[in-house]
């Protein structure tokens, strides 16, 4: 199992930023595809950003502009700064190792792999 903690969660105006960390356990992340996660009270999780093992980039078409995934090499970390925030972005946020692609769009988690996530809370 590749297991995963994030941080970064917070309370955040309309229009505000945050920047999501996640830091694998154990391993590095060189070699993994890795996405971001969210999931909303009550319902299933949607993955909204990837990077795969060779530095591509997948977004979900409403963080599109808004969010941007990348990787600190040095300290091993998977990062999401989300711009822009909208109350619709409120949900738990996870990492977990995933495959992604373009044509057609997809972001799949590999099965079980999920951390504890953090709470991202858009709200006035």
């Known amino acids: 199992q590749l297991k995963f903690v994030e941080s970064g969660g917070g309370l955040v105006q309309p229009g505000g930023s945050l920047r999501l960390s996640c830091a694998p356990s154990g391993f590095s992340l060189e070699g993994y595809t890795t996405a971001w996660f969210r999931r909303a009270p009550g319902k299933a999780h949607v993955g909204v950003a990837c990077?795969?093992?060779?530095?591509?980039?997948y977004y979900q078409d409403s963080v599109k502009g808004r969010f941007t995934v990348s990787r600190d090499s040095a300290k091993n970390l998977l990062l999401l700064q989300m711009n822009s925030l909208k109350p619709e972005d409120t949900a738990v946020y996870y990492c977990?190792?995933?495959?992604?692609?373009?044509?057609?769009?997809?972001?799949?988690?590999?099965?079980?792999?999920w951390g504890q996530g953090t709470q991202v809370t858009v709200s006035a």
């Open positions: 977990a190792a995933a495959s992604c692609g373009a044509s057609p769009f997809f972001i799949a988690a590999l099965p079980d792999n």
């Open positions: 990077m795969n093992n060779g530095g591509g980039t």
